[in-house]
Nanobody, 124 residues
């Protein structure tokens, strides 16, 4: 399995940019698709973005499409989420996850390694 640690969360104002980073360790990272999910208080975990093992394909949730971008650096064992034009409804705990497959996925069931999460709070 892959061990994951998120960083970069915090308090930002609506419209500001924010970059979340996920540091990964483990031999299977470079062959695994990666994803970001988020969970707001009282809501279910929501798919945000996914990237294939080599970065050649990406997939986004409808609520972030056009505003967020996912990238990865297999040499650095890192996955980033570039968040632009953030909104208060983007508030939540953001989780990095490693998939059991190499192609993009959006179902939480396709991911078997999860980080502890990083809190993002967007003020109006």
């Amino acid at each position: 399995q892959v061990q994951l640690a998120e960083s970069g969360g915090g308090l930002v104002r609506a419209g500001d940019p924010l970059i979340l980073s996920c540091a990964a360790s483990g031999r299977s990272f470079s062959s695994s698709a990666m994803g970001w999910f988020r969970q707001a208080p009282g809501k279910e975990r929501e798919f945000v973005a996914s990237i294939s093992w080599n970065g050649g394909a990406t997939y986004y949730g409808d609520s972030v499409k056009g505003r967020f971008a996912i990238s990865r650096d297999n040499a650095q064992n890192r996955v980033n989420l570039h968040m632009n034009s953030v909104k208060p409804e983007d508030t939540g705990v953001y989780y990095c996850a490693a998939a059991t497959r190499s192609l993009v996925a959006r179902s939480p069931q396709a991911f078997n390694s999860w980080g502890q999460g990083t809190q993002v709070t967007v003020s109006p």
